[in-house]
T-cell receptor, first 113, second 112 residues
Framework: DAGVTQSPTHLIKTRGQQVTLRCSPK?????VSWYQQALGQGPQFIFQ???????QRGNFPDRFSGHQFPNYSSELNVNALLLGDSALYLC????????????FGQGTRLTVV | KNEVEQSPQNLTAQEGEFITINCSYS?????LHWLQQHPGGGIVSLFM???GKKKHGRLIATINIQEKHSSLHITASHPRDSAVYIC??????????????FGQGTILTVHP
């Protein structure tokens, strides 16, 4: 049973560019949450997708957007990249119910130069 | 003040020592995760608990809901336990939908 998979694992982008990160949830999970982890910090909630809609959102600008597909996989898009967007982006999946255990992907390390 | 506070931020131990990491939170929660993160980034959930105590191998997690406090203990620590340990809570609010709020992490280094 595959866990949560994220792609790519690393990428380097230039300021102003756009990036798309991908996440496939654990089998049986229908909810995907995205988190940003700056170096030396705890992860910060970006948004959560359920039933192909953004169900809730953290304190991130509209440059951060997402999508969830019918197979529950999800994308995180960031437009007009800033140097400060450099971080580890983590995807977590959970099943139905608000207290099911979260499973995390390995993360995507984004570097903006 | 952060909603989730961990202590200590950095912890160095000798192999074999008993280790305790503490987590305090200020909001009502429905559950709490203890997570482990190795260099390279991937996060693994060690425990999810909402009351009492859980044990897995050399790891023990406890939670006191009334005091809004949880601890992670590692018995007979080993260099392979070296990692960042993160406490994360699920807000009890009806609109949290299982969103996690994280502590800043505790960097544990165990020397041989």
């Amino acid at each position: 049973d595959a866990g949560v998979t994220q792609s790519p694992t690393h990428l380097i982008k230039t300021r102003g560019q756009q990036v798309t990160l991908r996440c496939s949830p654990k089998s049986g999970h229908d909810t995907v949450s995205w988190y940003q982890q700056a170096l030396g910090q705890g992860p910060q909630f970006i948004f959560q997708y359920y039933e192909e809609e953004e169900r809730q959102r953290g304190n991130f600008p509209d440059r951060f957007s997402g999508h969830q597909f019918p197979n529950y996989s999800s994308e995180l898009n960031v437009n007009a990249l800033l140097l400060g967007d450099s971080a580890l982006y983590l995807c977590a999946s959970t099943g139905t119910g608000f207290t099911t255990e979260a499973f995390f992907g390995q993360g995507t390390r984004l570097t903006v130069v | 003040k952060n909603e989730v506070e961990q202590s200590p931020q950095n912890l160095t131990a000798q192999e074999g020592e008993f280790i305790t990491i503490n987590c305090s939170y200020s909001v009502g929660i429905s559950a709490l995760h203890w997570l482990q993160q190795h260099p390279g980034g991937g996060i693994v959930s060690l425990f999810m608990l909402s009351s009492g105590k859980k044990k897995h191998g050399r790891l023990i997690a406890t939670i006191n809901i009334q005091e809004k406090h949880s601890s992670l203990h590692i018995t007979a620590s080993h260099p392979r336990d070296s990692a960042v340990y993160i406490c994360a809570v699920i807000d009890a609010g009806g609109t949290s939908y299982g969103k996690l709020t994280f502590g800043q992490g505790t960097i544990l280094t165990v020397h041989p």
